[in-house]
């Protein structure tokens, strides 16, 4: 499983919008709006690949701006297992 941090960028006034659209997403938890501007969240993939996916969506809701990795922790992602045969 492959946990992200991650601080979303809205356009002044659309973060509660944007925070919406976000929790609707599969994988996405909404943790927090900041002063109706950044939206706080978590988001949890199987896979690295799949993560970096789900993420580039968010750049199609309406008022989102930038989209900002704060952390990832992908140790059990499969690729990075000792046991896949790398």
Same mark, same amino acid.
């Given at each position: 499983?492959?946990?992200?941090?991650?601080?979303?960028?809205?356009?002044?006034?659309? +973060?509660?919008?944007?925070?919406?659209?976000?929790?609707?997403? !599969?994988?996405?938890?909404?943790?927090?709006?900041?002063?109706?501007?950044?939206?706080?969240?978590?988001?949890?993939?199987?896979?690295?690949?799949?993560?970096?996916?789900? +993420?580039?969506?968010?750049? +199609?809701?309406?008022?989102?701006? +930038?989209?900002?990795?704060?952390?990832? !922790?992908?140790?059990?992602?499969?690729?990075?297992?000792?046991?896949?045969?790398?």
């Amino acid at each position: 499983m492959v946990i992200s941090g991650i601080y979303v960028e809205t356009i002044p006034g659309q +973060a509660e919008y944007a925070a919406k659209k976000l929790a609707q997403l !599969n994988g996405v938890e909404v943790h927090h709006v900041h002063e109706d501007i950044k939206v706080i969240l978590t988001l949890e993939t199987e896979t690295v690949d799949q993560s970096y996916r789900t +993420a580039e969506t968010f750049k +199609a809701i309406e008022g989102v701006l +930038a989209i900002c990795l704060a952390y990832t !922790n992908f140790e059990d992602e499969p690729f990075y297992r000792e046991d896949a045969g790398v």
